[in-house]
């Protein structure tokens, strides 16, 4: 990966700014194609500064299409579900709402099918602009857990056991992503990576193998992607 695409900041609040400012450069950008948005904490300081950008700005996201990178299955209760967190945490707090939001529903009751069909509304609305990613601290990115080759496509996944325990889920809990695929099809990616627990998993995404068993390992030679970390999680790069 060319050290260039790797950015590095003093400090998560930092990395979570920068990250976030290229984030809005590029939903300026995309038209009408969606741009992607991920869960999970690392995500949190990135969409405050959004939130403050938006705040300055009126209707900064009235013209975006955000879509979905991945959702829990069969949360008892639908405002679990990351879909309510992104509509919560962002969309309900955006001075005006966006043009769109393809989202992924974690309770439909052929949550396959959703997946095919969350893939084609991707497609039919041009393809990501850009995906924004968070990485898990085994190299997963979205729900592509280790063992997933860059040819997998939206589907439905076990959760490995690492983000079962780290995310506090029942066990076999499932999920639905969007594959290394449809992420590597992304015109722009942006990798937010921050703390000490990261490490390990940025530097096999960066100095180990190409493998399926470091699946954002198969990210690092797309022609437009961007790493945002901080010290902590910049650590262990040779
Ligand atoms: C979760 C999500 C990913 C997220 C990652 C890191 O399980 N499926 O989309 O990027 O793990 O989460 P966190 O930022 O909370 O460490």
Known sequence: MHSANILLFEGSEQAAVAAG????????????????????QTMTPVYD?????????????????????????GQTSPVDSFAAEITTSLF??????????????????????????????????G??????????????????????????RCRVVDLAASTIQRNGYDTGMQGITLGIADILAAEQIILVATGAAKAAAISAMINGPKTPDCPASLLRDHPDIRLFLDKEAASQIS
């Open 21 to 40: 400012d290229a984030f809005i450069a590029s939903a300026r950008t995309s038209g009408t194609r969606p741009v992607g948005l991920a869960t999970g």
């Open 127 to 152: 393809g990501l602009a850009m995906q924004l990613l968070g990485i898990g601290v085994n190299g997963h990115v979205g729900f592509n857990e280790p063992g997933s080759p860059d040819s997998s």
């Open 49 to 73: 500064h959004l939130l403050t950008i938006d705040g300055q700005a009126n209707g900064l996201f009235a013209d975006t299409v955000f879509s979905q990178l991945d959702e829990v299955i």
């Open 92 to 125: 309900s707090q955006f001075r005006a709402t966006p043009a769109g939001f393809l989202m992924i529903d974690g309770q439909a009751g052929d949550p396959a099918d959703e997946a095919i069909r969350h893939c084609s509304a991707i497609r039919m609305a």
